[in-house]
Every structure is written in structure tokens, then in C-alpha cells.
């Protein structure tokens, strides 16, 4: 495990402390998941990004061909 200190505003400093009580956890462990959260974020945009450049638009539109040209059922009836 690694050391980071990381200096924040007051206000920021109250937050986290403030929801950290709130959620039972250290400051600590707030500040990791947030991060971990962020990063999960991060990185589903970059795979994405990375999926959206190897798509061919060809194959989508013969995919989309094969879609029946139907009304979508109405869930109140299901």
C-alpha cells in the first residue's frame, strides 16, 4: 500500500469528514473509494472510446438490417 498525502480546501476537508462519520468509514477509506470509483469511470469511458474506433459501420447497419420492423409491445399489457 502506498502513502499520498494530498492537500485540500477546508470546506472539501469538512465534506469528507462530515460523510465519512455519516457512512461509518475512515477518512481514509472514503477517499479510496471515491478514487476507485473515479478511476471505474475513467477507464469504462477509455475501453469504450477504444470499441467505438474498431467498430465498422457496415456491420451495424447489416445487424440493424436483420431488426423486424415492428411495433414495440405495450408493457402495460405484459
Not at 37 to 44: A, C, G, N, R, V
Amino acid at each position: 500500500m502506498s502513502t499520498l498525502s494530498v492537500r485540500l480546501p477546508d470546506s472539501v476537508h469538512r465534506k469528507l469528514k462530515e460523510m465519512a462519520r455519516k457512512e461509518g468509514v475512515s477518512m481514509n477509506q472514503l477517499i479510496s473509494l471515491a478514487v476507485a470509483e473515479k478511476l471505474s469511470s475513467l477507464l469504462t469511458v477509455e475501453y469504450l472510446e477504444d470499441r467505438a474506433k474498431k467498430a465498422s459501420p457496415e456491420a451495424f447497419k447489416r445487424l440493424l438490417e436483420k431488426v423486424p420492423d415492428v411495433e414495440p409491445e405495450d408493457y402495460d399489457t405484459l
